[in-house]
T-cell receptor, first 116, second 114 residues
């Protein structure tokens, strides 16, 4: 069974440009999460989808970030326009079933975004 | 609000030596605790988790962790380090209510010397 897949693995863009990151969760996983790790700091929660609905987007840093999950399958995270402080590694994770606190989340390998 | 502190951003041990990676948490409710590992160019992989029950939790690759409520700790140990254990390790906490996501520590990079 395929794991969580993220595209691209690396992206280098100029300040002011737009970048779209994609995440394909494990098939059948209703829960999809985006996290971000900036400059070797802690991995921080961005948002949580349940199917196609945004359950919690309290971690989104500002309105330059837009996440979508069409049809409850794959998800995209668009940054427009990108700023230098957006550089970091963006992780996607998915999990199955109702949240219990002890639910295991499966992570993708991350997209390393560099804004120059 | 919940938080996680990992003491030591870098830990170096000799092959065969004890591995001890420290994690302390704060949570307003009984926590669920996790250790994830990230090998180079790979995603995060679950090593082990504590939900309820036995406080000593065994995970993959010979790792284990003990939940100590009085110390608010969930330290990760392995009796004998192997070269293949070199990776970055993340402690995380979640709660059964509220935000349905993980709160991570800043990570500890483990180096294993031959």
């Amino acid at each position: 069974e395929a794991g969580v897949t993220q595209f691209p693995s690396h992206s280098v863009i100029e300040k002011g440009q737009t970048v779209t990151l994609r995440c394909d969760p494990i098939s059948g996983h209703d829960n999809l999460y985006w996290y971000r790790r900036v400059m070797g700091k802690e991995i921080k929660f961005l948002l949580h989808f349940v199917k196609e609905s945004k359950q919690d987007e309290s971690g989104m840093p500002n309105n330059r970030f837009l996440a979508e999950r069409t049809g409850g399958t794959y998800s995209t995270l668009k940054v427009q326009p990108a700023e230098l402080e957006d550089s970091g590694v963006y992780f996607c994770a998915s999990s199955q079933g109702a949240w219990t606190g002890g639910t295991e989340a499966f992570f993708g390998q991350g997209t390393r975004l560099t804004v120059v | 609000a919940q938080s996680v502190t990992q003491l030591g951003s870098h830990v170096s041990v000799s092959e065969g030596a004890l591995v001890l990676l420290r994690c302390n948490y704060s949570s307003s409710v009984p926590p669920y605790l996790f250790w994830y590992v990230q090998y180079p160019n790979q995603g995060l992989q679950l090593l082990l988790k504590y939900t309820t029950g036995a406080t000593l939790v065994k995970g993959i690759n010979g790792f284990e962790a003990e939940f100590k409520k009085s110390e608010t700790s969930f330290h990760l140990t392995k009796p004998s380090a192997h070269m293949s254990d070199a990776a970055e390790y993340f402690c995380a906490v979640s709660e059964g209510t509220g935000r349905r996501a993980l709160t991570f520590g800043s990570g500890t990079r483990l180096q294993v010397q031959p």
